[in-house]
């Protein structure tokens, strides 16, 4: 999609849908493009389609290629808190004509991502402070799941 289209689809659907800024539907389709090189180089670089878990695994490695350990703080700047929400904004999309899906593909498919706090702070934390970091999360998710 050119560029001025692009901007008067997102126009379209920041119209209908304003939860997410545009910022964050650029990155999701600069991190699509990045995911389906990815995954293309095993393939003589034909691109392919992707499914919605090769792209939040491909969100998540892009996000912490360009935000490093801001990626979070950028995520909830952009109203984005978890894997759903990736969804959310490539349905968006895929409504607005921007992105094409599969049959196969649905909403769904980004409800059984990653945790966020995971995926994007651990992997900055020293190693002297992941071990804590690791049994503080099992023992919040113990709490949590109650007797």
Request: proline share 5%; with cysteine.
């Amino acid at each position: 999609m050119h560029e001025p289209a692009l901007e008067q689809a997102l126009d379209r659907i920041l119209a209908l849908d304003p939860r997410y800024p545009r910022d964050a539907y650029h990155f999701v389709r600069e991190a699509l493009e990045y995911t389906q090189r990815m995954v293309s180089k095993g393939q003589r670089g034909r691109l392919r389609h992707v499914t919605g878990q090769e792209l939040l695994e491909g969100i998540r490695h892009y996000a912490l290629e360009q935000f490093g350990p801001m990626a979070l703080t950028v995520f909830e700047e952009w109203n984005i808190r978890s894997c759903r929400d990736f969804g959310e904004v490539v349905f968006n999309m895929v409504d607005a004509g921007i992105l094409a899906k599969t049959e196969q593909d649905s909403r769904a498919d980004f409800e059984k991502g990653y945790d966020f706090e995971e995926a994007f702070r651990k992997p900055f934390l020293p190693p002297s402070k992941q071990a804590a970091w690791e049994r503080e999360r099992a023992r919040n998710k113990t709490a949590s799941a109650g007797p």
